[in-house]
């Protein structure tokens, strides 16, 4: 058989899948803090964390709210994520360099969610709240095409690789409860619990066809729905009326799915299988500044310390190619905003800027593309395609956010966000009783 098996795992924000499907790959997968206002921020809210999205953004700062709040958000989001390997050629220039001569493919989605909703009640010094937020709802499919390989050797047995149809569906809410309070005059604390319901489907089915023109399909699946707990834990030091640090730790949810091969022609060197397997959302820590040099201006900054490198640990491999090490590393997300105030309106408004970086986070090799291609001592009939370094590029996410005020109750946020996988426009509200 001259044609073989072409699948690789990328995994962003939004992150999970703890495979090497095809249909998990280039997933980008990200943890934004709720809420239009912290998204006009550039989503850097830990240091300021003062309405009712702070249950899940730093529930210390639930201690900054005076009154019984309710908070509702709902969000508009169009995806147009790129598959970089959905067809084309690769050619073998000398015995280490290849020209990579691949076709993107586009997968679009546009949904409209309703992805957070709390509210939080002030009892004396303590501050309670029950809270809805979905952290992730993904739905993608698209196809691939042949990849036609040239290669100098005359002896491989490799000429292309096969086409491909894909299907990704990812959606998790947490359900949760907040605790928080001050600690004298100056430090809070506060913590989030929440249960986290997951329905997880990743399938992948390789077409290929053999040397008489039969087709010999290839399924590969990822299928899971469980439930698991999770937790926040947080810290805001108010050193004075201008500055504020908010610390936070986010422990996030294991899930078990269950992975198989079902192949028409399963041999020895890559046998059926079907096995129980597990992910792991990874856990972070951020660190966030606010500073408010006069009563109109306000700076906030967010460095989120996000372990992605917990997510290929035990990694299920679809393409039996154990030469090939598969791992993602830790990344730091930088998020900063600024506000620009107008509190002498009659109802006041406000004006926000925002920026984030995205760096590189998705799976990679531990070996060298060339050598994937070459192969050793596994037979190259049967080795995967990885060519995961060709595509390592940061993501710039650029924010645009809108707030008013009106009287002492209502609170009405609006943002934008823009980058290279897509747009979101979100509406938040929050009413103060």
């Not at 000398?94 to 493919?105: S, T, V």
Request: charged residues 20%.
């Amino acid at each position: 058989m001259k044609t073989i098996i072409l699948s690789l795992f990328i995994l962003s924000p939004l992150v999970m899948a703890q495979h090497n499907n095809r249909s998990a790959r280039d997933l980008q997968f990200r943890f934004g803090n709720p809420g239009a206002r912290s998204l006009g921020f550039g989503g850097a809210f830990l240091g300021l964390a003062d309405d009712a999205t702070a249950p899940v953004a730093n529930p210390a700062g639930m201690a900054r709210t005076a009154k019984i709040s309710l908070s509702l958000e709902v969000q508009y989001e169009s995806r147009s994520e790129t598959i970089p390997f959905g067809g084309g050629s690769i050619t073998q220039t000398n015995l280490f360099e290849f020209d990579f001569d691949f076709n993107p493919q586009t997968a679009s989605h546009n949904q409209f969610r309703v992805p957070y909703a709390a509210v939080v009640i002030p009892k004396g010094r303590w501050r309670w709240s029950v809270f809805v937020h979905q952290q992730a709802d993904l739905k993608r499919a698209y196809t691939t095409d042949r990849i036609e390989v040239d290669l100098l050797s005359p002896t491989s047995s490799i000429d292309s690789y096969a086409p491909s149809s894909d299907l990704l569906q990812l959606d998790m809410t947490n359900y949760g409860v907040s605790i928080g309070s001050e600690i004298g005059s100056h430090l809070a604390w506060g913590c989030s619990l929440f249960y986290s319901d997951m329905s997880y489907r990743s399938n992948s089915t390789i077409h290929l066809t053999d040397q008489i023109g039969t087709q010999i399909p290839v399924a590969q699946l990822a299928h899971g729905d469980d439930q698991d707990v999770g937790g926040f834990l947080g810290l805001l030091w108010t050193v004075n009326e201008a500055f504020s640090v908010g610390a936070t730790y986010k422990r996030q949810g294991e899930f078990d799915y269950q992975a198989s091969l079902e192949a028409t022609r399963p041999n020895e060197d890559n046998p059926n299988f079907s096995r129980s397997a597990r992910f792991r959302v990874p856990d972070s820590f951020g660190l966030g500044l606010s500073v408010r040099p006069s009563d109109r201006t306000t700076f906030n900054a967010d460095f989120n310390r996000v372990y992605y490198s917990q997510i290929t640990d035990n990694l299920v491999d679809f393409a039996n190619v154990p030469e090939v090490r598969q791992s993602m590393t830790d990344v730091t997300e930088i998020h900063i905003g600024f506000e620009l105030a107008f509190i002498n309106a009659q109802n006041p408004w406000f004006l926000r800027l925002g920026y984030w970086l995205d760096p590189y986070h998705a799976a990679v090799n531990d070996i060298e593309d060339s050598q994937i291609l070459r192969g050793s001592s596994v037979d190259p009939g049967i080795r995967d395609i990885f060519f995961l370094h060709q595509f390592a590029e940061d993501t710039d996410h650029y924010s645009l956010g809108w707030g008013m005020t009106m009287g002492q109750h209502i609170q009405i946020d609006l943002a934008i966000e823009t980058s290279d996988v897509g747009e979101i426009g979100t509406l938040s509200g929050i009413y103060r009783f």
